[in-house]
């Protein structure tokens, strides 16, 4: 069983910047890990992932200002995001992939006013 808790989040400005973290726990190693979003009347969306080995993948929206990382040692992922745009204001979730179920965090609002 993989528990996460996420930190960061908040409300900025357009083209601020907001950084956040999830720290997993209950396993040694986790596969991958990412960060979905979920804005009002909106199904959840990938925002990012990174596998063990560091690979990443992005939604095209946030190729560019959006980064992830992830230090394996404390089984923590992080998102850094800059350049923030109203659009990307939703919640958004952390994503643990391990032994075949999908974790989820309990979400962290990100608000961005125009």
């Known amino acids: 069983q993989v528990q996460l808790v996420e930190s960061g989040g908040g409300l900025v400005q357009a083209g601020g910047s907001l950084g956040l973290s999830c720290a997993a726990s209950?396993?040694?190693?986790?596969?991958?890990m990412g960060w979905y979003r979920q804005a009002p009347g909106k199904q959840r969306e990938l925002v990012a992932t990174i596998t063990s080995f560091g690979s990443t993948n992005y939604r095209d929206s946030v190729k560019g200002r959006f980064t992830i990382s992830r230090d394996n040692a404390k089984n923590t992922v992080y998102l850094q995001m800059n350049s923030l745009k109203p659009e990307d204001t939703a919640v958004y979730y952390c994503n643990a992939y391990q032994g075949g179920y999908n974790y989820w965090g309990q979400g962290t609002q990100v608000t961005v006013s125009s």
């Open positions: 209950g396993s040694t190693s986790i596969n991958a």
